[in-house]
């Protein structure tokens, strides 16, 4: 298996800490250039320093964007130069009943969501044709299939993840370059193992009861009954980045330990 990152370089949008530092360490740690990004100057550099502490000699650097503003968008791509593997990590939500989400929310988390790997594809998607060799991959998530009524406005935009990736792989007819979409399940980042603390503290429950009990009423279907780590996700990601993965195009790998059902 070729997993050799050595002559690329990868950019991650929201790679300060969760899935993204996951796959930006993982990609860092097989030779590639890793170009972090996060909102602000100050997580940015703890990223690469704990990236610096946890890979031998990364090559890496940082750039602040926040997704929300699509005037950072612009300043970022005139920085970001020659990409080979641009992942479409950044993503956030509201848990919120559906007739109490705002306008405003459901355009922020499209804004974010989607409109990033809209953006960052136009540009970057035709620099991968020219060249021809590229990888862009999509970070959607298992609630583009499930659709928790808690995360609608969040699980629309992680379905409309799977149009636009399809659609833009049709692009790459006949080049080298390949377009997917990773669908995680409920993964433990800092903020998952905050909330199963939050709720265990709460409660007066352990955290593993908490976690027992999320996914026998959250997730029934689960076959793993458990949250994925970050380097389950990582592992999957990377290997849809690499070049053994050359004839795997327009396709939507599920990584969520069975939540989604048949
Ligand atoms: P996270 O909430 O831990 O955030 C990761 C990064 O995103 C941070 O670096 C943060 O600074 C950055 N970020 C947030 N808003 C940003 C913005 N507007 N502009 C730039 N950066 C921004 O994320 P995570 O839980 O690791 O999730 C990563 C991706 O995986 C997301 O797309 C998410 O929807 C998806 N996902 C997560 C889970 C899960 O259980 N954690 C499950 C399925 C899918």
Do not use: H
């Not at 800490?17 to 550099?45: F, H, M, P, W």
């Not at 929310?105 to 035709?126: A, F, I, Y």
């Not at 976690?211 to 689960?222: A, G, H, I, Q, Y």
Request: charged residues 20%; aromatic residues 6%; contains cysteine.
């Amino acid at each position: 298996m070729d997993l050799d990152l050595n002559r690329q370089k990868a950019f991650i949008s929201g790679s300060t800490s969760g899935i993204g530092y996951a796959i930006a360490k993982s990609l860092a740690s097989l030779g590639c250039e890793v170009v972090l990004n996060g909102r602000t100057q100050e997580s940015v550099d703890k990223a690469l320093v704990k990236l610096r502490e946890e890979v031998p000699e990364p090559r890496c650097s940082g750039l602040v964007c926040d997704f929300a503003d699509t005037s950072q968008i612009d300043a970022l791509l005139k920085d970001l130069g020659s990409i080979d593997i641009l992942i479409n990590n950044v993503g956030i939500y509201t848990d919120q009943d559906f007739f109490e989400t705002s306008d405003n929310s459901w355009t922020e988390q499209w804004e974010v969501n989607v409109m990033s790997g809209v953006r960052l594809s136009k540009t970057l998607l035709p620099k991968m044709l020219k060249k021809d060799y590229g990888r862009i991959l999509f970070i959607s998530s298992e609630c583009a299939v499930l659709t928790p009524w808690n995360l609608l406005a969040y699980s629309v935009t992680k379905t409309a993840l799977l149009g636009l990736s399809k659609g833009l792989s049709g692009l790459t007819k006949g080049s080298k370059v390949t377009v997917n979409t990773v669908l995680p399940g409920s993964t433990l980042t800092d903020g998952a193992q905050n909330f199963l603390e939050a709720v265990a503290k709460k409660t007066g429950q352990s955290v593993e009861q908490v976690e027992k009990e999320f996914f026998k009423t959250d997730r029934p279907n689960s076959l793993i009954q458990r949250f994925e780590t970050v380097q389950e996700i990582a592992d999957a990601a990377v290997f849809l980045c690499s070049p053994s993965a050359s004839a795997i195009n327009g396709t939507a790998l599920r990584v969520d330990g069975g939540s989604v059902g048949g």
